[in-house]
Every structure is written in structure tokens, then in C-alpha cells.
């Protein structure tokens, strides 16, 4: 059991997400025009006759005892207060089955109605009847899916971490806090004590582990114990950096007004484009944070508001706040540690014909495991349309929690973006997995382990001191100006998120804004991958929605169906041409095929879900393959693709496109020594042009770059300054501009002393 909490709630009503002192406020919110929506609808919950309350017609009696109540307290309306009680211990006798799905988010919510009445009525309650209130408050707790009290379960994922503990047993718990503290006591233990310093460890990334769907159902609920201590005069009892989860939905926002899908997900319908659990999210966290950016993006997915999100969002939204527009933003966020992911866009352009493009690089620094998929190294390309896509769908009789196509497919690597190995005997090792109590049989997808045989972590301790851990963060770099950048560039050791069947994976991405229309922009995805056995098969996967067409070396993928029109390019430059395999699967019968077997997902979806991928594998075995991608986007009627050309030396390794020459450690490791770099062709069509070269995986000082030419006569060279720039520990990245002339560019490293440590360990990157 967890400790009593020291913060007790004061010993005055209503107390409950307001005191008295806020009622003034409320008051006035109900004149204003950007809360309308909400307070008229509160205005017509309180309408319902009794009888009506538990009517088809009704939305919910729940919602008729919270609305009276409310007018009971801004309107001093005793009518509706006693209509609210009468309610409300009508209700609180309902009998559930507890065996029924998610029926605890409906018992939990007629907990919270009836606390809402008995403290914010609390004078028109009798001492007879908060002892009935109180005896079926903790009946119901009984069949609260994480018992009562509340030890089932774990502190970062499952249905205990949403409204049950966090809002509806908490809040109960302080309304009949005076009269029985118990329920508080052991509600409020279990959030402060588990559930706080779970999120306050994956905050400050800014990114919420179970995705784009269950991310922000889950993050929804972490919200109210935000708003309910701090309104008992608390303060607020998470890492301020809670402030920051909101960006990641606007990151990856899609032109045409979809997210990037991430973790146990339903693709969207064609024209479904709002998010009302966004809207109600931003509406809150923006009042709360006074978070300008958050308030237009409610804006933009203004609509209905769920039913039972409509009282919290006149509660705790605040119309004072206001917007500004998104392109005040950078255009590159980088969701820190612990999660280690990096979001790249060209612009904030709505609209299915908008030049926008968005690209998502994920290391995946931590697998949190229920809604979360083993994608650590993935990655996701959109222009005007979806083109390098997650796929699979979480819907359908095969498609939800626990089904062949959820566990076997979707929520595998083999349905993303990212790299497999091969080890037939994988079986052998790990044959089972577990969740939800539940056991079952392992399949071999080449892919990532699932940590800990598939089951979450229960505290922060059981994460971090058990298998979680399954990439680090290497290095991350954007500029040269951090606000509307040209390059954006992280790489991840990856390495443990697989068997021991993987020696090293190191994955460095390079996203690339020409900001130019007719060639938005490029991803570039170096691998470098080790088996444990040269004969374990390496695949490196790109997912699409329509079928691609391979010829040579080249993949082309387009979205040309339903308005889209964007197209993507990837040039398979490593393995070279004839070390190099590039084979496409998907189509009837394939859509979701994990060798031997199509893990069929019957719910006709919406085309986002996919059914294609290229899988491109070296021919010769070897334990250790390099594999380098670009891809560049278009559109479809538009320019042909630029040309891409390997260019390489003995310790170097990268890709020539556009006017970029960018190049990455073949080793791996960090280059301290002397690098002379691949030359141009010479062609005139490069001469005398302005170049960008970038160079990754640099260690840390003072780097200048020279151009060496042949002198007129004898054997000594002639040499040019062309940059000296400080790399920094965290980047490990030196870029710079130079009009191209003939000769060999060299890179000399003059290292650091101690003196220097601080200096270079921190801060901006090399430009």
C-alpha cells in the first residue's frame, strides 16, 4: 500500500475542481461567446425532467445530475440542487456487471456524479444521506476494474490509468473526505505516489508512448489531477513539462488534417479531419499552460464536444488566452529523451493540395508495451498524401486488442518502417507472450522482442530496472537556423530492442528542406546493421498504400487515389546494385504477410491502413551490411526526380542530391582523425555552384574544412580555408556552404583540452 498523501483536502465545500473563490469567475464564463457551446448544452443537460434523466432521449443521467448541480452553484438555484440529489441517489443503486467490456468507465462516472452532488450540494445533503452516498461510493469501487483499493494494474498503462483512479475514485475520495477518509487516502497514494513520477519520467520528451489514439485518451485522464489539486491549492503536482505532450498531434498533423499514425490506431475516414478529444485536450491544457499555440489548434478542430468532456471544458478552459498562428513554431521538434523522437515539416500549410510536407524519425528510446507497437527505428513520409506509412488498423472483429491481426502484424515491426533479422530459431527463445493476464503463442516476424514477455511495467522502478530500455539517442542536430531549418538529423543505437540475434543496428536519419516546390524535400536513412550470424537474412522495410513500382535500384510510390497527389522516390544506393535484393509484397491475399501467413484484417478500412511494402535485402550473407536510402517526394504530374549518386570513401559513406553532399561514419564509430572527402564529378554543371556538405558522426571540437587543389608544378598542394566551426558532443554534425572548385576537400579535427569540455559538450551544432 502507498503512503498517506500529505496534501489532505481542505476542510471546506465544494472542493471538488472548484472552490468558492473560482464560482465569481464561472459566472462570467457563462456570458462568454468562446465557451458558449459548452455552457448551452449544460444549460440543456439541467432541462431533463427526472424522468426524462434515464430516457433514450437523455444523453446520460449523470449529465443531468452535474449540470443541475452547476446551477445549483452559479445560479444558487436550489430547485435544480434538489433535482441533482434526487438524481443522483436514484442512480447510485444501479447495478453493473463488472464482467462487461470497459463498463468501468461507466460505473467510475456515476461514482464522480454522485461526489459532484454531495459536495457541491453538500448543504442540502443529510447526514443520513452521505452515509448512503458513501456505502455505495465503495460498492461501486468494488467493481472498478482496479479493485478497491485500487492495487491492480500498473502506473503507465491499462484502463487503471485512465479516468477510474486518476478522476472518478480520486474525486469521490475528496468529497466524502471529512465524513470517511479512505477512499481519498488510498486513491490519492496510488496517483501521487505511482502514476506522478511515471509521467513526470516521460514528460519532459513531450510524447506520450501509447500514440496518436490511445495517447490522447490516456493523456485526457492524466489531465485531471492536474486541474483537481491544483484547485484545492496544491499547485500542480507534474513536472511542468506536462505543458509540452500537447505538440506532439500538432507535429504530426498531416496537411490534409489526419495524424501520423502511431500505436494501436484506426486509420480515419476519408473526410474525418476534427479530433474532438484533441479539441477538448487543447482547450484545457491551453487554459491551463496559457499556451497560445494549443488554443489555436482547439480552434482548428473545433466541433462537438463528447458528451462527457462538456462540464471539464467550461470548468477549465480559459477564454482569456489567446491564439497565435502555428507558423510562429519551428519547423523541426525534437522529442527528447526518453522517448527520442524527431518531427520534421516544410511549412503548416492545411489542405489536400498543400506543398507541406511532414516526416516522423523515431529511435523509441523506451517499449512501455499494451498500446504501444515494437517500431523503435521507424520511420513515416507524407506528401500530399500518405506515402511511407504504419500499417495494419486497430478495428474490426480481427483488427482489435488481441486479435491474430493485432498481435501477430500490426503491432509487430514487420508492419512499419524499419529493420528486420531474420533468426529462424527465434522461437526457441522467446515462445511466448504475455498481457492482460493472457498467454499465447509467439510468432517470427524478424522483428523487435517484445520486453518482459509482452507485459508493461508496473512502477518507474519495474521500468527502468527491468528489459524496457530498447534504443539510445546518439546524436541529434538541426540548423542552421533552428526555426525554419534546412537539415534535421538524429540517429539511435537500436540494438536492444532486438534478440541477441542483433550485434548493432545504428539507424542516422537526415531529413532535408530544399524549400523548393518542384523538390519539397528528402529522407535520407543510413543503416548500419550486425547479425549474430552471417546467415540470418536482413530486411529493410518501406510501407505503402498503393502498389510500387521497382526498376533497378529506384521504388516509386505514389498516393494518386482520393485528391492526392504526391509521389516518393527512394534510391537503394547501399547494398550496391549487385549485392542488392528489392522485392515487393502485399496485394490480395498479402496484405499483412508475416512469412507464411496473411494476418487478415476483415474491416474494410479506409486505404490508410495499407497493403503494400518493398523489402530490400542484401543477396551475398555477411554479418555486417550497410544500407543507405534517399527519398526524395514530388508530385505526381510534377518534375522528374532529381538524381541521386553514391559517393564514398574508406571512411565515409553517403549520398550526393540536389546541391547536398552528405556523408556518415561507415564504421560507425565517432572520426577524430583526418577525413579527405569524395570530390566532385568535375562536370560544369557543379563547378561554380553553392554546395551544402554535411558531415555526421564527428567528434567533438574544433573542425576546419580546407580544399586542396594540385599546384602548378611538383607534388605539393595548394590549400583553401573553406570553414572552421565547433562540433559539439551532441550533434557530432559540421555544415557548411562553399562555392565548388576543383580539388579535394580535407577535415582536420584540432580537438579540445579540458578547458574546452564545457565549452563544446553542450549547446548548438557546427554550421
Given at each position: ?150 492495487v491492480k494494474e500498473g502506473a503507465f498503462v491499462g484502463h487503471s490509468c485512465e479516468w477510474m483512479i486518476q478522476r472518478d475514485m480520486l474525486g469521490t475520495g475528496i468529497a466524502i473526505y471529512d465524513e470517511d477518509p479512505e477512499m481519498y487516502e488510498v486513491s490519492a497514494g496510488r496517483v501521487l505516489h505511482q502514476m ?317 528542406n530544399f524549400k523548393d516546390d518542384s523538390h519539397p524535400a528528402a529522407l535520407i536513412v543510413f543503416d548500419r546493421v550486425v547479425s549474430a550470424n552471417a546467415d540470418f537474412r536482413k530486411y529493410w522495410l518501406l510501407h505503402s498504400i498503393e502498389e510500387p513500382h521497382i526498376e533497378g535500384s529506384r521504388t516509386t510510390i ?109 564504421s560507425g564509430e565517432k572520426l577524430q582523425e583526418d577525413i579527405v572527402l569524395p570530390e566532385l564529378s568535375g562536370n560544369a554543371d557543379e563547378l561554380g555552384r553553392e554546395w551544402h556538405y554535411w558531415v555526421a558522426d564527428l567528434a567533438p571540437g574544433v573542425w576546419t574544412a580546407e580544399l586542396e587543389s594540385p599546384a ?56
Amino acid at each position: 500500500m502507498n503512503p498517506k498523501p500529505i496534501m489532505t483536502p481542505p476542510p471546506e465545500h465544494p472542493r471538488l475542481f472548484l472552490r468558492k473563490q473560482h464560482l465569481p469567475k464561472l459566472r462570467e464564463y457563462m456570458e462568454r461567446p468562446e465557451l458558449k457551446q459548452a455552457w448551452e448544452r449544460l444549460v440543456k443537460y439541467s432541462e431533463y425532467s427526472l424522468e426524462e434523466a434515464h430516457s433514450e432521449h437523455c444523453p446520460g443521467d449523470v449529465y443531468v445530475i452535474e449540470a443541475n448541480a452547476l446551477m445549483y452553484l452559479l445560479k444558487e438555484d436550489r430547485k435544480a440542487g434538489w433535482k441533482a440529489k434526487t438524481l443522483a441517489l436514484t442512480s447510485i443503486t444501479k447495478n453493473f456487471n463488472p464482467n462487461f467490456q470497459d463498463i468501468s468507465r461507466d460505473i467510475g462516472r456515476l461514482m464522480l456524479a454522485g461526489a459532484i452532488v454531495y459536495d457541491w450540494c453538500y448543504e442540502l445533503v443529510t447526514e443520513e444521506e452521505r452515509a448512503f452516498f458513501i456505502r455505495h461510493f465503495k460498492r461501486l469501487a468494488e467493481l472498478l476494474e482496479c479493485g478497491y483499493p485500487p492495487v491492480k494494474e500498473g502506473a503507465f498503462v491499462g484502463h487503471s490509468c485512465e479516468w477510474m483512479i486518476q478522476r472518478d475514485m480520486l474525486g469521490t475520495g475528496i468529497a466524502i473526505y471529512d465524513e470517511d477518509p479512505e477512499m481519498y487516502e488510498v486513491s490519492a497514494g496510488r496517483v501521487l505516489h505511482q502514476m506522478v513520477p511515471a509521467r513526470n519520467f516521460f514528460y519532459p520528451s513531450g510524447w506520450h508512448h501509447q500514440g496518436d489514439g490511445y495517447g490522447g485518451v490516456r493523456f485526457q485522464c492524466e489531465l485531471y489531477p492536474t486541474f483537481i489539486f491544483d484547485r484545492m491549492g496544491f499547485g500542480n503536482v507534474y513536472d511542468p513539462a506536462q505543458s509540452e505532450v500537447g505538440y506532439q498531434w500538432i507535429y504530426t498533423r498531416r496537411p490534409d488534417g489526419k495524424l501520423l499514425r502511431d500505436g494501436d490506431t484506426t486509420p480515419v475516414m476519408l473526410k474525418q479531419t476534427k479530433y474532438t478529444r484533441l479539441h477538448f485536450i487543447y482547450s484545457i491544457l491551453g487554459g491551463y499552460y496559457k499556451d497560445p499555440y494549443f488554443i489555436t489548434q482547439s480552434q482548428k478542430d473545433e466541433g462537438r464536444f463528447q458528451d462527457k468532456d462538456v462540464l471539464f471544458a467550461f470548468l477549465f478552459a480559459d477564454p482569456d488566452v489567446q491564439a497565435k498562428p502555428l507558423e510562429e513554431l519551428p519547423l523541426t521538434r525534437y522529442f527528447g529523451a526518453p522517448t527520442g523522437v524527431m518531427v520534421a515539416r516544410t511549412g503548416w500549410e492545411d489542405g489536400i493540395d498543400s506543398k507541406t510536407v511532414v516526416a516522423e524519425m523515431k529511435v523509441g528510446m523506451y517499449q512501455y508495451n499494451n498500446h504501444q507497437h515494437l517500431d523503435a527505428g521507424a520511420f513515416q513520409l507524407y506528401y500530399k498524401g500518405n506515402l511511407a506509412i504504419d500499417s495494419g488498423s486497430y478495428k474490426g472483429s480481427s483488427g482489435k486488442y488481441h486479435s491474430p491481426h493485432n498481435k501477430y502484424y500490426f503491432k509487430r515491426t514487420i508492419a512499419h518502417n524499419t529493420m528486420l533479422v531474420y533468426d529462424p530459431d527465434e522461437l526457441q527463445q522467446y515462445p511466448y507472450v504475455k498481457d492482460g493476464g493472457l498467454v499465447w503463442p509467439n510468432v517470427n516476424d524478424g522483428g523487435q522482442r517484445w520486453p518482459n514477455e509482452g507485459r508493461p511495467p508496473l512502477t518507474l522502478d519495474d521500468l527502468l530496472n527491468k528489459d524496457f530500455k530498447r534504443a539510445d539517442v546518439l546524436a541529434h542536430a538541426i540548423g542552421p537556423d533552428p526555426i525554419r531549418p534546412d537539415f534535421s538529423y538524429i540517429k539511435g543505437d537500436i540494438t536492444a530492442a532486438y534478440s541477441n540475434k542483433m550485434k548493432q543496428f545504428q539507424r542516422s536519419f537526415l531529413f532535408l528542406n530544399f524549400k523548393d516546390d518542384s523538390h519539397p524535400a528528402a529522407l535520407i536513412v543510413f543503416d548500419r546493421v550486425v547479425s549474430a550470424n552471417a546467415d540470418f537474412r536482413k530486411y529493410w522495410l518501406l510501407h505503402s498504400i498503393e502498389e510500387p513500382h521497382i526498376e533497378g535500384s529506384r521504388t516509386t510510390i505514389s498516393r494518386s487515389e482520393d485528391g492526392y497527389n504526391g509521389q516518393l522516390v527512394n534510391d537503394t544506393l547501399l547494398p550496391a546494385q549487385g549485392n542488392q535484393q528489392i522485392e515487393k509484397v502485399g496485394g490480395p491475399g498479402k496484405e499483412y504477410w508475416v512469412f507464411g501467413t496473411n494476418y487478415v484484417n476483415d474491416f474494410p478500412g479506409t486505404k490508410e491502413q495499407g497493403e503494400w511494402r518493398i523489402e530490400v535485402s542484401p543477396r551475398e550473407p555477411a554479418s555486417e551490411d550497410l544500407f543507405l536510402n534517399v527519398m526524395q517526394v514530388k508530385d505526381i504530374d510534377g518534375p522528374a526526380a532529381l538524381p541521386t549518386v553514391k559517393v564514398e570513401t574508406e571512411s565515409v559513406v553517403g549520398a550526393k542530391i540536389n546541391d547536398w553532399v552528405v556523408l556518415f561514419s561507415k564504421s560507425g564509430e565517432k572520426l577524430q582523425e583526418d577525413i579527405v572527402l569524395p570530390e566532385l564529378s568535375g562536370n560544369a554543371d557543379e563547378l561554380g555552384r553553392e554546395w551544402h556538405y554535411w558531415v555526421a558522426d564527428l567528434a567533438p571540437g574544433v573542425w576546419t574544412a580546407e580544399l586542396e587543389s594540385p599546384a602548378s608544378q611538383g607534388a605539393e598542394w595548394e590549400r583553401r580555408h573553406l570553414a572552421t566551426e565547433t562540433v559539439t558532443g551532441e550533434g557530432g554534425v559540421l555544415h557548411w556552404t562553399w562555392t565548388a572548385a576543383t580539388g579535394r576537400i580535407r577535415l582536420s579535427c584540432r580537438g579540445r583540452g579540458d578547458a574546452d569540455q564545457a565549452r563544446f559538450g553542450e549547446g548548438g551544432n557546427a554550421q
